[in-house]
């Protein structure tokens, strides 16, 4: 059977890492979070980035324990039998596919306000698109992620730049019109905004010395991404009143508009062309693997398991995760759809923080190359509080998303 080729380094995967989340929720979402946290925006993003940051942890342990491109599907295999693994590995594969349709339709919004159109198709164009960059080869695909992430990177910086003269000049410690129940639901949206660091384990396979490089990388990409949301999310409501952003189509454009007008809401909104293009890319790529590993050990699927002999990328995984996506697309709204794929997403970190617990008692001589600190009796610490606090969120979302509860 054809094997996925190690051409990846530290630099690669930080890029395809960073690359994966800065356009998910930051370009997309901001408006949405900023409606339900106000000027405490800032916050809402850093409650999501420390829960998303516990969870790396155990995502960095798991990965020098079992490097292979199947990630979760892997390690409950290995915590919880074959059974509960096809289960998780279908929950990360449905959640790749449905995060990549809700940022599809985020590109939609951009693209409409750049064109002043209403064009029903561009989700799915969009999608098509990157199935054919994902379908020419990992090397190919992670070059068109490095310059889509440089550029959204600068368009972040931009934003920054922009709203530094009006830093200072709202309530950074004003509490929502809601009070601390506005607060952690924005946070459970804003989690999305963080999905994508996981989907850098995916890359164990396609990577050289994977039990070192993993885990730095995760923790690089983490770093990065927490200061940017940060100052992102502070520069949004420095600018715009919240109010404001919560019923915005493009809300990074409108910001950049109150400096730079006409001219600097053109360039944000290809930048976040961009930057919602690289997220669709790398949960495209992201799913497939692991439902390429699933296909190579269940003889149901085993019709998904093939590898192209010439660029070496599992092209019919890659197929029905295209079709797919373009089904999710059509539901249209953003806030839904990221919201059903935050669901999924967090039923995945409890799942790979539950993971590590049970092989630690299970499997305590397994062969660790990193491992989770502050542990008490073997059993760590972060990855408990990482269960936790995502079980927090988890039914913060699963009320709004049940009672329709939506920004502004």
């Keep these: 059977m054809a094997e996925l080729k190690r051409t990846l380094g530290l630099g690669e995967c930080v890029f395809y890492g960073v690359g994966s989340i800065l356009g998910a929720g930051i370009y997309t979402l901001i408006g949405k979070t900023a409606g339900l946290a106000g000027n405490l925006t800032w916050l809402a993003f850093l409650i999501a980035s420390v829960c998303a940051l516990l969870t790396a942890f155990s995502y960095a342990e798991l990965s020098t324990s079992f490097p292979k491109a199947g990630g979760e599907y892997i390690y409950a295999k290995e915590a919880f039998g074959k059974k509960t693994g096809t289960v998780l590995g279908m929950v990360i594969t449905l ?8 940022v599809a339709v985020g590109f939609a919004g951009y693209f409409n306000d750049l064109t002043d159109t209403t064009l029903g198709f561009v989700p799915f164009a969009i999608i098509a698109l990157i199935f054919l960059v994902n379908s020419a080869g990992i090397k190919q695909s992670s070059t068109m992620n490095i310059i889509f992430t440089l550029i959204e990177v600068g368009g972040l910086l931009f934003i920054i730049f922009s709203a530094l ?11 929502p019109p809601d009070g601390l129940s506005g607060i952690f639901t924005a946070s459970a949206l804003a989690f999305f905004a963080y999905v994508g660091f996981e989907e850098i384990v995916k890359l164990a396979e396609e990577t050289r010395n994977p039990e070192k490089t993993i885990p730095k990388a995760l923790f690089i990409t983490s770093g990065i991404v927490i200061v940017m949301y940060t100052l992102v999310s502070l520069s949004a409501v420095s600018v715009v009143p919240f109010e404001t952003l919560g019923q915005s189509g493009s809300p990074l454009a409108d ?7 006409a001219i600097g809401i053109l360039i944000i909104s290809v930048i976040a062309l961009f930057s919602t293009s690289n997220t669709i890319l790398s949960n495209m790529l992201g799913a497939s ?12 699927l085993s019709f998904f398991s093939k590898i192209g002999s010439k660029r070496k990328t ?19 709204s953003i806030e839904t759809v990221a919201r059903i794929a935050t669901v999924l997403i967090f039923i995945t970190f409890i799942a790979v923080n539950l993971c590590v617990i049970v092989l630690r008692i299970r499997q305590p001589k397994l062969k660790r190359h990193y491992k989770v600190p502050l542990n008490i009796r073997n059993i760590p610490v972060i990855s408990v509080i990482g269960v936790l606090m995502t079980l927090v969120l988890l039914c913060y979302n699963l009320y709004s998303l049940f009672t329709g509860q939506e920004a502004g």
Excluded at 255 to 261: D, L, Q
Excluded at 289 to 300: D, Y
Aim: aromatic residues 12%.
């Design 289 to 300: 693997r692991i439902f390429l590993n699933m296909a190579q050990e269940t003889k149901a």
């Design 255 to 261: 910001v950049i508009e109150v400096r730079f007008g």
């Design 95 to 102: 959640n790749g596919i449905v995060t990549g349709a809700a």
């Design 165 to 175: 003269p009006e830093f200072g000049q709202v309530d950074y410690l004003e509490l």
């Design 314 to 332: 599992p092209v019919m995984a890659l197929l029905l995760i295209f079709v797919t996506m373009c089904g999710f697309a059509f539901i249209g």
